[in-house]
């Protein structure tokens, strides 16, 4: 029994913790106004005053459990414990029990009171912003299963050091799967894939001719899908963060313009990250800076420590020698105005020869467009024209021909423009 009541109270310690973070965490929200940022300080007050309480009752809850105190010491600890229920409100009316020092028991039941008036009056004003919450999610099914059949083969290469590459590129491309989970997964969709084409290649076996040609292929198609389904999944966050790097490098230039300005009013540089992160101006680059925001809030990291870590983790070059370049200016005590100036006109230069050489691209697109779906269609319509009047007979009537011709250009304009719209910046 006094383990049970040893296992409720840590996990009662475990919600207090997590939700005191979330309580920073709305503390620090953008527009909180005066009165909410008090009642949030009163239930954080609260909780840690729980949390004494909690604790104050562990050693003689494990006193009680002790294998060499004599019986009556246990039976004289057990009567100075109470074990009370009480249904958590915070936690969709969750009932939860911890047990605590007799003495304590009223104070305990203060401080839910006060916890209770703090949570209704939160309630009516409550705004959730979503990146600066911890996000405890479950794995979904597929994640568990490939956890289960192939975690220990992941954990085994992981160890060995095989998955670093992997789990940089993971961090990079902001996946929020473990990558051990990430490489079991990898591994389930693999043998799914061979599953799928051992069976696939029966069917055909029985629908085709047997010969060597059909039985050669279908070996293939067995080797291939899994080989295929591996490679995608394992090179797909390193594709993601070549992606993310790519647009973080266009969003850059203009935001170290909105930092220069903002460093010009003095204001903390931390502030400076937050401002960035709130905005919608900036999406990829506000997802790295959330994340230096999150470590200082949240991990308690100094800023120093944080622009260092989001350098090593984020996937654009040109980011990371920006925070590494902060982090050096505040620990070296210059001047982050002038840092953000100087940057900026580098970072300006680079984007203006980028949209020459854009430009110049398009401008050699242009003409080989001119060339393909102009020019080409024309001889080829003199081509019929001479072909319907010479009688010639190709084994496609002049109508054939022409949808035919019709077809390649519409296919022809649609890969120009999709080329067009992936090489275009959104800046």
Known sequence: MAIENLKQNVEMIKKLVKEILHLNLEYNEQGRSDIEK?????????????????????????????????????????????????????????????????????????????????????????RKVA?????FRKPNFYAKLANKLFFNQANKYFVKGKLQKLNSNLRKANMVSLVTTYFSMTLLTSLFALIFGIILAIVLLILM??????????LLIIFILPVISFLALYFYPYAEAKSIENRINQELP?????????AGSGIEPTQIFKIIALGREYKNTSKEFKKIVNQVNVYGYDLITALKNTARETSSDNLSELLNGMATTISGGGSLTLFFEKRAETLLFSYKLDKERRTKSAEAFMDIYISIVIAAPMIMMLLLILISISGMSIGLSLGQLSLIVIASVALINIIFLSLLHLGQSGY
């Open 38 to 126: 008090e009642l949030i300080i009163k239930q954080i007050v609260s909780d840690i005053q729980k949390l004494k309480i909690i604790n104050n009752s562990i050693p003689e809850i494990l006193d009680a459990i002790s294998l060499f105190k004599k019986l009556s010491n246990q039976e004289e600890k057990v009567k100075t414990l109470v074990k009370i229920s009480y249904i958590d409100e915070r936690k969709g009316q969750e009932k939860v029990s911890v047990t605590l020092n007799k003495k304590d028991k009223e104070k305990y039941l203060r401080e839910l009171d006060i916890s209770k008036i703090t949570l209704k009056r939160l309630r009516k004003g409550e």
């Open 131 to 135: 990146w600066e919450r911890e996000e």
């Open 209 to 218: 001719p047997k010969n060597l040609v059909n039985i050669i292929r279908n």
């Open 254 to 262: 203009f935001v170290v313009l909105h930092m220069s300005a903002v």
